[in-house]
C-alpha cells in the first residue's frame, strides 16, 4: 500500500495516478490529550487502521495524483536520525573534495555513528527546500529512508526489518561548512519526505533498490542500495543500541557519490524502484 499525506492533512491511497482519499479513517485514531505520546500516531497504529483503510477504498473518492499537494508521509515523527557516509564512493568523494570535508577529517560510519536531523526541518515534496545561507555550498543528498513501525531497542539484525513501517524517499539537505552535521542539516526545510509511504509488505527486501536524482534534467545521484557500507538491517540493530526506535521514527541511510550544489530556482527530481518519484524545487 502507498499511504500519502495531502493537503489540508489528508489521508490518500496512491494507486497509479490517483489518489483514493481515505481521510474519514483517520476518525480511528485514539483521541489524546496532554501530554501527547511522542511519535506519530498514524504510523503506530497502522497495523490496526489498515482494515479499516483496506475497507474505505472502494468508495473513496479519487483525485488525480497530479492535482494533490504532497506533505511528509509522517506528520509527526518522534525523531530523525541518520547515518553519515554510508557509500564507499561517497566516503571518497568527501575525503578528495576539500569543500564537502572542511578540514573536518571524515570518518567511516562505523567510528562515527550517527546523527539526529531536527524535527522542525521536515517538509513534503510540495514544499520548496528554501536555501537559508545563499552564500554558502548548499548540496541535495538522496537516500533510502526507513519508517520504523513498532517500539524496541537493542533489536538483532535478523529481527530488523520486523521492525519497519515501510519505505520512503529522503533529500538530507545540507549546508557544507566546519559545524556539526546536525546543525548544517537540521535548517528549516532540509529534511524532505516522498512521495508517499510504501509499506513494507510491498517492499520486502530493502538491499537492491536503485535510486537517482537529477537537478534540472541533470543527473547527479545514480546508485543503489546494494552498495550500502553499512546495510539497512545492521543500520537499525545499530541506531537501536543507542536510542529507542519508536513508531513513525525517520531512519536516513545515506547518500551515495555525486552530491553537487543547488541554488534558489533550481528542481530536484528524485525516484527509486518501487518508491516513486518527487519533484521538490529549490527556493
Ligand atoms: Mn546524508
Known amino acids: 500500500m502507498k499511504l500519502c499525506r495531502f493537503d489540508a492533512d489528508q489521508l490518500g491511497v496512491v494507486e497509479g495516478d490517483v489518489v483514493r482519499n481515505v481521510t474519514?479513517?483517520?476518525?480511528?485514531?485514539?483521541?489524546?490529550?496532554?501530554?501527547?505520546p511522542r511519535g506519530d500516531l498514524l504510523i503506530r497504529h497502522l497495523p490496526e487502521l489498515r482494515p479499516a483503510i483496506e475497507a474505505a477504498l472502494p468508495a473513496a473518492p479519487s483525485i488525480?495524483?497530479?492535482?494533490?499537494?504532497?506533505?511528509?508521509?509522517?506528520?509527526?515523527?518522534?525523531?530523525?536520525?541518520?547515518?553519515?557516509?554510508?557509500?564507499?564512493?561517497?566516503?571518497?568523494?568527501?575525503?578528495?573534495?576539500?569543500?564537502?570535508?572542511?578540514?573536518?577529517?571524515?570518518?567511516?560510519?562505523?567510528?562515527?555513528?550517527?546523527?539526529?536531523?531536527?524535527?522542525?526541518?521536515?517538509?513534503?515534496?510540495?514544499?520548496?527546500v528554501v536555501i537559508a545561507h545563499p552564500e554558502r555550498r548548499n548540496d541535495h543528498e538522496i537516500e533510502l529512508v526507513c519508517i520504523i513501525g513498532k517500539t524496541a531497542r537493542n533489536i538483532s539484525r535478523e529481527q530488523a526489518l520486523e521492525h519497519v513501517a515501510g519505505y520512503c524517499l529522503g533529500l538530507d539537505m545540507t549546508t557544507r561548512g566546519p559545524e556539526e552535521r546536525?546543525?548544517?542539516?537540521?535548517?528549516?526545510?532540509?529534511?524532505?519526505?516522498?512521495?508517499?509511504?510504501?509499506?513494507?509488505?510491498?517492499?520486502?527486501?530493502?538491499?537492491?533498490?536503485?535510486?537517482?536524482?537529477?537537478?534540472n534534467g541533470e543527473l547527479r545521484q545514480h546508485?543503489?542500495?546494494?552498495?550500502?557500507?553499512?546495510?539497512?538491517?545492521?543500520?537499525?540493530?545499530?541506531?537501536?543500541?543507542?536510542?529507542?526506535l519508536e513508531a513513525g521514527d525517520v531512519l536516513f541511510t545515506g547518500t551515495p557519490e555525486g552530491v553537487n550544489r543547488v541554488a534558489p530556482g533550481d528542481i530536484m527530481?528524485?525516484?527509486a524502484d518501487g518508491l516513486g518519484s518527487m519533484e521538490v524545487r529549490v527556493q
Not at 506533505?71 to 547515518?83: E, T
Not at 528549516?188 to 510504501?198: C, K, M, Q, S
Not at 509488505?201 to 535510486?211: C, Q
Request: with cysteine.
Open 223 to 244: 546508485a543503489n542500495t546494494r552498495d550500502l557500507i553499512i546495510e539497512l538491517p545492521d543500520l537499525i540493530a545499530f541506531a537501536s543500541r543507542f536510542y529507542t
Open 64 to 128: 488525480p495524483l497530479a492535482d494533490v499537494r504532497l506533505l511528509s508521509p509522517v506528520a509527526n515523527p518522534g525523531k530523525i536520525v541518520a547515518a553519515p557516509v554510508n557509500y564507499q564512493k561517497h566516503l571518497q568523494e568527501a575525503r578528495d573534495d576539500a569543500e564537502i570535508h572542511h578540514q573536518n577529517q571524515v570518518e567511516e560510519i562505523q567510528r562515527v555513528g550517527l546523527f539526529l536531523k531536527a524535527n522542525s526541518s521536515l517538509i513534503g515534496p510540495s514544499q520548496p
Open 24 to 36: 474519514s479513517v483517520l476518525q480511528e485514531l485514539p483521541a489524546c490529550r496532554y501530554p501527547l
Open 269 to 271: 527530481l528524485a525516484s
Open 182 to 215: 546536525s546543525l548544517r542539516k537540521s535548517i528549516d526545510t532540509y529534511t524532505v519526505l516522498g512521495p508517499w509511504l510504501t509499506t513494507a509488505d510491498e517492499l520486502t527486501d530493502p538491499s537492491a533498490i536503485g535510486m537517482e536524482l537529477r537537478v
